[in-house]
């Protein structure tokens, strides 16, 4: 039986970078060249991990890469939360990437703790009229536990999505430059 949860808490916020949808596209959803069949994959928590990705804080172990646009990933996720919350100061979060139309959008639902909370995502890519394109972000974060929905969920939240959105777009401006570097000494 599936209940319908409605979402307390959600942030979006949008910026520009200088840069085609493709480019950017290219960068958030980068598939790694092919392995070797025989050649072995490291062994996580959850099953063997295709590659990890590692952002400051955050590590992103990729159990399934999914189609060649990146619909069905599944990833495993470690990041930062508050101390207060009595983990040391990490959680975990376990993302299904769907809903997929390349160089336009995603949409991602997870299951993360410590609070068991359910998180949906998307983000959207919006080209302008000057070669550069606008980026829309939003996520919805839910916790389960009626008491810790209303003692902590906002205030995780609000811990979670501080830096968003500077992180997310660093993130996206250092992929670019580092794609561009590459093209330009190939």
Request: with cysteine.
């Given at each position: 039986?599936?209940?319908?949860?409605?979402?307390?808490?959600?942030?979006?916020?949008?910026?520009?970078?200088d840069?085609?949808?493709?480019?950017?596209?290219?960068?958030m959803?980068?598939?790694?060249?092919?392995?070797?069949?025989a050649?072995?994959?490291?062994?996580?928590?959850?099953?063997p991990?295709?590659?990890?990705?590692?952002h400051?804080?955050?590590?992103?172990?990729i159990?399934?890469?999914?189609?060649?646009?990146?619909?069905?990933?599944?990833?495993?996720?470690?990041?930062?939360?508050?101390?207060?919350?009595?983990?040391?100061?990490?959680?975990?979060?376990?993302?299904?990437?769907?809903?997929?139309?390349?160089?336009?959008?995603?949409?991602?639902?997870?299951?993360?703790?410590?609070?068991w909370?359910?998180?949906?995502?998307?983000?959207r890519?919006?080209?302008?009229?000057?070669?550069?394109?606008?980026?829309?972000?939003?996520?919805?974060?839910?916790?389960?536990?009626?008491?810790?929905?209303?003692?902590?969920?906002?205030?995780?939240?609000?811990f979670l999505?501080?830096d968003?959105?500077?992180?997310?777009?660093?993130g996206?401006?250092?992929?670019?430059?580092?794609a561009?570097?590459?093209?330009?000494?190939?």
């Open positions: 039986m599936r209940r319908n949860v409605t979402a307390v808490q959600e942030h979006r916020y949008s910026f520009e970078i840069a085609s949808p493709e480019e950017i596209w290219s960068v959803h980068r598939r790694p060249p092919a392995r070797a069949a050649e072995p994959r490291p062994m996580g928590d959850y099953g991990i295709v590659r990890t990705i590692r400051g804080d955050v590590t992103i172990e159990l399934h890469e999914g189609d060649e646009h990146g619909c069905g990933l599944v990833r495993h996720c470690y990041f930062r939360v508050p101390k207060y919350l009595l983990t040391g100061g990490v959680a975990q979060s376990w993302e299904h990437v769907t809903e997929v139309v390349a160089n336009e959008s995603a949409k991602y639902y997870a299951i993360g703790k410590p609070l909370s359910r998180a949906e995502g998307e983000h890519l919006e080209r302008l009229a000057d070669g550069r394109t606008r980026v829309h972000f939003m996520e919805r974060y839910h916790v389960y536990n009626p008491v810790m929905r209303r003692l902590l969920e906002a205030r995780v939240h609000r999505s501080k968003n959105d500077k992180l997310v777009k660093a996206i401006e250092q992929g670019l430059a580092a561009r570097k590459a093209a330009a000494s190939s």
